[in-house]
C-alpha cells in the first residue's frame, strides 16, 4: 500500500493546455495521457491525495474519469473546485474530500495553495495550484510542489516526495 500526491490536473479544461503550455494537443489527449500516468503508478491498494483543481468537466464525465483512477482518492479542494461541496465530492468518488488543508503523518501539511511553513517549524507543505511558475521552485527543504506539471503529470509518490525534501536539506 503507497500513498501518492498530485495536484492541478485540471480534467477537461482547454483553456490550461494553453496557459501552462502543456504537451498535449487536446484535452481529450491531456485527459487520456493523465489518466494513463496515474495508474502506471497507482495500484487498486494506494491512496492518492488530490490537492486540487481537479476538473472542468461535469458531474457525470468526472464520475467516468473517477472510476477510471486507480486506488482511493482523497481531495483537498482548490479554487477550481469549490463549484462543488464536498459531500458532492465524494458522491463522484472520491473517499474523502475536505475545504482545508490536511497534516498527513504529523508532519506534512496538504494544501492547494503554498503555505508559510520556515525552517524552523516542525512540519513541510505539499501544495499545487502555482503550476509551472517559476517565482515557485519544485521543492526546499520544507516545501514541494505537485501541481503536475512539476511531477511529470503523474502522481509523486511519499518516496519521491522525501527524496525531494532531503535532496534540498543537503544542499
Not at 515557485?136 to 509518490?157: I, K, W
Request: proline fraction near 5%; charge should be negative; hydrophobic fraction near 40%.
Amino acid at each position: 500500500m503507497s500513498v501518492f500526491f498530485l495536484a492541478d490536473t485540471h480534467f477537461g479544461d482547454g483553456n490550461i493546455l494553453h496557459y501552462e503550455n502543456r504537451p498535449f494537443a487536446t484535452v481529450e489527449e491531456m485527459d487520456r495521457e493523465l489518466i494513463r500516468r496515474w495508474n502506471e503508478k497507482v495500484g487498486a491498494g494506494d491512496t492518492v491525495f488530490h490537492l486540487g483543481d481537479f476538473s472542468a468537466r461535469g458531474e457525470e464525465e468526472d464520475r467516468g474519469i473517477l472510476s477510471q483512477l486507480a486506488g482511493e482518492k482523497v481531495l483537498v479542494l482548490g479554487n477550481h473546485d469549490r463549484h462543488r461541496t464536498p459531500a458532492q465530492w465524494r458522491s463522484l468518488g472520491f473517499a474523502e474530500a475536505v475545504p482545508w488543508p490536511l497534516v498527513w503523518e504529523g508532519f506534512f501539511l496538504l494544501s492547494h495553495e503554498p503555505l508559510y511553513v520556515n525552517r524552523n517549524m516542525p512540519y513541510a507543505n505539499v501544495f499545487g495550484h502555482v503550476h509551472g511558475n517559476p517565482a515557485y521552485r519544485d521543492a526546499s527543504s520544507r516545501s514541494v510542489c505537485v501541481s503536475v506539471e512539476r511531477t511529470g503529470f503523474a502522481p509523486l509518490s511519499a518516496r519521491e516526495l522525501r527524496e525531494r525534501l532531503q535532496n534540498e536539506q543537503s544542499v
